[in-house]
């Protein structure tokens, strides 16, 4: 992995642990709906002019139904739930229970293909389970009257991105670019009806709507195409990598930004999730690249 690489994974991570961030900021005051909606707007709209820029075509009328069950499964379903979790939980709590998406995405394809699941995978799954055990259990957040389902509506995001990731394998090949631009306008079609069921609580100031804005543009529109260069340039499973550096950058800019508290309990099951995840996908860290790092 060259130099460029390396820093691509490592900004890709800090960004997307810092999605965690900005929707613990935005949505106590504009609601799971709404903030999601503003979202998935400002991420097409910002993909829209790039695909225009590098003339990228969407392909809406072929790829119209791919599209629509890709957002559904990997942006307007897990973005509402983490948004409805994110009122409560810490964004360390909830970078954390966002890593244990490769495992769910693990077992749902193995139920999907009719295999058995080894007993790696097992290993992998019970580890995981006590990890988020662990992490949630013992912290405070999981006192407070509703964490039990801000809790479950974190995990059931998750799951959906297994759905999605499973779901991306089997269905025909759209070019990766298209796949982000299209699956955002769709995401945003399907979240609109939730908008008048779930009104913003609050009113919303520049603060807030830069921290929406940042959450579009940056942690779903720039985020994808640093991660979609990264697959192109190094291979998806080099890519995973970023499932276990973002974790990280969730809790340090909790603590940077929000002044959340890092218990022990948070950094032990935070490596128990990784470890867990780490056996579920058969991930084998190759540090030899560090070694052969090019010129940026």
């Given at each position: 992995?060259s ?6 994974l490592?900004l890709?991570?800090?960004i ?16 799971p709906?709404v ?26 009328r ?10 559904l499964?990997?942006?307007a ?8 979790a994110a ?9 954390v229970l ?20 080894s007993g ?6 019970v580890?995981g389970t ?8 013992l912290d405070h957040?999981s006192?407070?009257a509703?964490?039990a ?10 799951f959906?991105y297994?759905?999605a ?5 089997t269905?025909?090949?759209?070019e ?7 699956s955002m306008?769709a995401a945003?079609?399907?979240t609109l ?10 009113s919303?100031?520049m603060?807030i709507m ?5 959450l579009?543009?940056l ?11 990264l697959?192109r340039?190094v ?14 950058f ?6 940077l ?5 890092v218990?022990?309990?948070?950094l ?9 995840t780490?056996?579920?996908t058969?991930?084998?860290p190759?540090?030899g690249w ?7």
């Amino acid at each position: 992995m060259s130099t460029a690489n390396l820093l691509r994974l490592v900004l890709l991570a800090s960004i997307w642990g810092g999605s965690f961030l900005f929707m613990r900021i935005a949505a106590p005051v504009l609601g799971p709906a709404v903030l999601i909606e503003y979202r998935l707007i400002f991420a097409a709209g910002f993909l829209a002019v790039v695909g225009f820029v590098m003339k990228k075509p969407l392909g809406w009328r072929t790829h119209w139904k791919h599209y629509f069950i890709l957002g559904l499964f990997n942006s307007a379903i897990p973005f509402v739930l983490f948004a409805y979790a994110a009122r409560m939980l810490p964004a360390s709590v909830l970078s954390v229970l966002n890593a244990t998406a490769p495992m769910w995405g693990a077992l749902i394809g193995a139920v999907w293909q009719r295999q058995m699941v080894s007993g790696r995978v097992l290993a992998g799954l019970v580890l995981g389970t006590c990890g988020v055990a662990l992490l949630v259990g013992l912290d405070h957040a999981s006192a407070r009257a509703g964490a039990a389902l801000a809790i479950a509506a974190a995990l059931l995001a998750s799951f959906n991105y297994g759905i999605a990731s499973t779901y991306a394998k089997t269905a025909q090949a759209v070019e990766p670019f298209a796949n982000a631009h299209g699956s955002m306008w769709a995401a945003a079609l399907l979240t609109l009806p939730l908008v008048p069921l779930m009104p913003s609580p609050g009113s919303p100031t520049m603060g807030i709507m830069a921290a929406a804005f940042a959450l579009g543009v940056l942690c779903s529109g720039v985020a994808y195409l640093i991660y979609y260069k990264l697959i192109r340039d190094v291979g998806a499973t080099s890519a995973l990598t970023v499932t276990f550096l973002s974790p990280l950058f969730g809790i340090l800019w909790g603590v940077l930004f929000l002044g959340e508290t890092v218990g022990w309990h948070t950094l032990a099951g935070s490596a128990i999730v990784i470890a867990g995840t780490a056996l579920v996908t058969g991930f084998k860290p190759n540090f030899g690249w560090l070694r052969r790092t090019e010129p940026v």
